[in-house]
């Protein structure tokens, strides 16, 4: 693929990058006691190796009265520079530039950890936290001002190349810039310049503090998707600003407010790739200065067009090399069919992210565990069998094949997917099936074999006397106790995915999981033509689709879809198209009449072929959904940890 703009070198002010790819900021939760750890240093140091031309740390906080989450780097404690040191010399290794993200959160923050009011402009109290925040007086604003130099002043000591100012979708200064959330009366509200003076006040002292040495940059959003908020026209004023300070090398973009609209800042697959492109191609139309492009930039060949068509200087491309640390130099390499493409699944990164764990990634197994050693290329190469190319199998053969063992796959199957698979079959879902293909792209280069539409039994284990079996044989639906043995016209989520069940009319899907399995079902059934009721025992369906930026989406969606949802109501009973439940928060009793019911129940582990070697003797174990059905992480951890370990 040619990708002339990607790799033409770009000056930051006084920081060359030498390609156009930025890893740019987002929170890893690997501090510990307000500290950048050994962690951090490793996981910018394995994308800096990777190839990527900027990496911009996570933020560091600039004041004692932000302390929105627990794992925030305390920037402003002198105590930080050694942490810094470690970061930044790691990534120099890779004759790579980094910068250090600086930020204030405002009232986009709890006073829980700080114990101390949480300030803002204004005392407009954010939908998220739901603390109203203590307004800001002049001698306040000062503190702040000079929270950011000495935080600045900290990250040179540090050997940073640069700092980037969050303005963007959760900040103080975002708060200031914002009508939605700045009402003053003062010279700090008001008109959009107004609005800017405590942004162009930090630009002025953080320039002082860092001279020309290093770089300055500053992230704006663009548009802030919610009411009475900050809107492209705005933002677009707000860059010329910033521009006109003369002090400022760049421009990054963003778009949302991390609480109110977050789920467009980090979208997932159901938003299309490139969907914030508007807002760097606005700035740029305005203003001189480079401009980074950020939004689900999932391949080389989007961020390349970026470029070409004059949309951005740089893009930036983060969960894409949260995924890959190697984005930037398989692209660079032409091997662009290798990259372990991004699902855009927000589990294991900014799902992790709400529930205050470190960062990882769904099918990265090291991703956050850089700095950990790998066990390598065992002593003895042996015959591993895996059967089941599901993720685990698939993952575990990967990882059998890097230590070097000789390794064959067998899946019942005609084709590798298992769950993954049909989870992908549904519309706006078939970027999951990444996964899939990701790791057979690494089957592939490591020569590993795969081989279809065979179901292994133990004397077919006894004929091919491997010296290691790992089972990753899945999981099979399970019928609840309350569904009468006899009832007819009741599906598992599977089996309407797999196609082996066709429910028509009204139907209902219940739904015990809280993940994409009811919701993906009932849209399909939906475009189908159904009347289709989701019913939960839980307070909302899909209750996880939270923490992955799914639900509002799925909301619209649904709405649009014409999908009722009915919550708080457990299943009590199924037969001859009658369903009963139970409302549990009142204990009144409800009836359903349908055409079809549909489950998106837990599943039982397919287990007895384990078993059944086991008791054979044979050297085996087991991983993924064979063990107990999850999702998908759990089966790549465990099958990159059976692969790596068989020695
Ligand atoms: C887990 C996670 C945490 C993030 N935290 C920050 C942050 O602290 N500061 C920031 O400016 N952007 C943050 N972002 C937003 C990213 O910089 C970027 O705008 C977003 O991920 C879209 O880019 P992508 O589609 O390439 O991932 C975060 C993103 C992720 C995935
Ligand atoms: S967890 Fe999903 S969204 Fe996050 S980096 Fe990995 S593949 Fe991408």
């Known amino acids: 693929m040619p990708t002339r703009y990607l790799w033409t070198p770009l000056e930051l002010g006084p920081v060359t990058t030498r390609n156009r790819i930025v890893f740019s900021a987002h929170l890893t939760n690997y501090a510990r006691d307000g500290k950048p750890t050994e962690q951090h240093a490793a996981y910018y140091a394995a994308r800096a190796a990777g190839g990527a031309g900027l990496i911009i740390t996570e933020e560091h906080s600039t004041h004692p009265t932000d302390w929105p989450y627990e794992k925030l780097i305390h920037g402003f404690h002198r105590d930080v520079i050694p942490g810094y040191r470690r970061i930044t010399d790691a990534v120099h290794r890779h004759r790579t530039p980094i910068f250090a993200q600086i930020n204030h959160n405002g009232g986009q923050a709890s006073s829980m950890y700080s114990r101390l ?48 100012l969050q303005c963007s979708h959760s900040s103080i200064v975002r708060g200031f ?108 139309k305005a203003v001189e200065l480079p401009v980074v492009g950020v939004g689900r930039f999932k391949d080389p060949l989007q961020a390349e067009r970026a470029l070409a068509e004059g949309h951005c200087d ?8 949260i995924a ?26 900014v799902g992790r992210m709400g529930l205050n764990r470190w960062l990882g990634c769904i099918e990265n197994p090291r991703t956050g565990r850089e700095a950990e050693g790998t066990l390598g290329i065992s002593p003895k190469p042996k015959s591993v069998m895996v059967v089941g190319a599901g993720p685990a199998g698939l993952q575990a053969a990967i990882a059998a094949a890097r230590a070097g063992h000789r390794v064959n796959v067998y899946e019942k199957e005609p084709l590798a997917g298992g769950q993954v698979r049909l989870a992908a079959s549904v519309p706006n879902r078939a970027e999951f099936g990444d996964m899939i293909r990701n ?12 081989t279809y539409g065979v179901g292994v039994w133990p004397g077919f284990v006894d004929e091919q006397r491997p010296d290691h079996v790992i ?12 569904v009468a043995g006899d009832a007819e016209r009741v599906a598992d989520v599977r089996e309407v995915l797999a196609g082996t069940a066709d429910p028509h009319g009204t139907v209902v899907v219940i739904d015990e999981i809280g993940f994409h399995h009811a919701t993906s079902v009932a849209e399909l059934l939906a475009d189908r033509g159904c009347d289709v009721e989701i019913v939960t025992p839980g307070m909302v369906v899909g209750q996880d689709l939270g923490v992955t930026l799914d639900m509002e989406n799925w909301w619209m969606r649904a709405s649009a879809k014409g999908i009722v949802q009915s919550t708080d109501l457990v299943p009590m009973g199924f037969a001859n198209g009658e369903l009963t439940l139970l409302h549990h928060p009142t204990g009144a009793n409800q009836t359903r009449h349908v055409d079809w ?51």
């Open 117 to 164: 009011p949480v300030w803002a402009p204004s005392a407009v109290a954010d939908p998220l936290f739901r603390e109203v925040p203590k307004a800001v007086d002049r001698a306040e604003i000062d503190e702040i001002i000079a929270g950011y130099a000495l935080v600045a002043e900290h990250c040179a000591e540090g050997g940073f190349d640069g700092i980037e």
């Open 177 to 284: 810039l914002s009508p939605a959330t700045n009402k003053r009366t003062d010279e700090y509200g008001g008109s959009v310049p107004d609005r800017a003076r405590l942004l162009v006040q930090i630009v002025a002292a953080v320039r002082h503090v860092i001279g020309n040495r290093l770089a300055l940059g500053v992230r704006l959003c663009g548009d802030e998707l919610i009411e009475g908020g900050t809107t492209i026209d705005d933002a677009v004023e707000v860059a010329k600003i910033v521009e006109a300070t003369g002090q400022v090398d760049y421009i990054n973009t963003s778009i949302g407010v991390a609480t109110a609209s977050l789920f467009m800042i980090e979208a997932s697959m159901h938003v299309p790739p490139g969907y914030a492109m508007f807002i760097p191609s606005a700035f740029r």
């Open 314 to 321: 740089l893009v930036g491309v983060v969960r894409g090399q």
């Open 324 to 349: 890959d640390p190697e984005f930037a130099a398989k692209s660079r390499a032409g091997a662009t069919d290798e990259i372990r493409l991004c699902l855009s699944c927000n589990q294991e990164c």
């Open 439 to 450: 790791q057979l792209t690494e089957c592939k280069r490591l020569g590993v074999t795969i």
């Open 471 to 482: 089972v990753a044989t899945g999981a099979e639906a399970a019928r609840p106790w309350w």
């Open 597 to 647: 019911l549909v489950l998106a129940v837990p599943a039982n582990p397919v287990e007895w072929l384990y078993h059944d070697l086991r008791a054979a003797g044979v050297s085996v174990e087991r991983v993924g959904d064979c063990v107990a059905p999850r999702r998908a992480h759990a089966a790549v951890v465990e099958g990159e940890r059976a692969g790596a370990g068989v020695r």
